[in-house]
């Protein structure tokens, strides 16, 4: 009896073994269509027919765009490193109870949590064409601040994309704002 059950799990599993086999000749072979090595296709290119001037003119940043978004990264790292400072202060104290010291480890937690989300919504941003991002999470929702003049009918879309495949947010709670030139 031992011998046969040997056999039939050794069958399945060879017929398994053989299914994905085929399966994988079937969808992974190449296209027939012969291809140049370095050939390159692009997916979702725009084509533009304005100058090479007016490209840079309109991605480059005015100074106070850039001080903005400088100052604005500035002020919100000082904070952010300020209460991780103030959680660890709270941690190293004597007559800290066990429940202030895990009230303050789950908010150190979910501020780096904010923190990660922030930076990898701000990345997205710029990948989809931004010159540059701010994005704050908050207990009320989310902001992403770009510059206004890239703002457009779809530019809100692509926010609110990126926004909402990084962190579980309703459409309503996302606030965009153009920064001033």
């Known amino acids: 009896m031992k011998i046969q059950k040997k056999h039939v ?3 399945a599993l060879l017929l398994a073994l053989g299914a994905a086999v085929y399966v994988n000749w079937q969808f992974g072979s190449a296209p027939n269509t012969p291809k140049q090595l370095g050939e390159a296709s692009y997916v979702s290119a725009n084509v533009s027919t304005a100058t090479a001037d007016q490209r840079v003119a309109t991605s480059a940043l005015s100074r106070k765009q850039e ?3 400088a100052s604005e990264r500035i002020k919100r790292q000082s904070v952010q490193d300020k209460v991780i400072d ?3 202060k709270l941690f190293n104290l004597d007559g800290t109870s066990e429940e202030d010291k895990s009230a303050a480890q789950k908010s150190v937690a979910d501020m780096l949590k904010n923190f990660t989300v922030q930076e990898s919504i ?5 990948a989809k064409g931004f010159s540059d991002c701010l994005c704050t999470v908050s207990d009320a929702g989310v902001t992403v601040i770009v510059p206004k003049e890239q703002l ?3 530019a809100a879309l692509v926010i609110d994309d990126a926004v909402t495949s990084h962190y579980s947010v309703a459409y309503e709670n996302i ?3 153009g920064a001033e030139a």
Do not use: Q, R
């Open 9 to 11: 799990i050794s069958a």
């Open 67 to 69: 001080n903005f978004f």
């Open 86 to 88: 103030e959680a660890g």
């Open 122 to 126: 701000e990345s997205v941003v710029k």
């Open 152 to 154: 457009n009918d779809t």
């Open 175 to 177: 606030s965009i704002v």
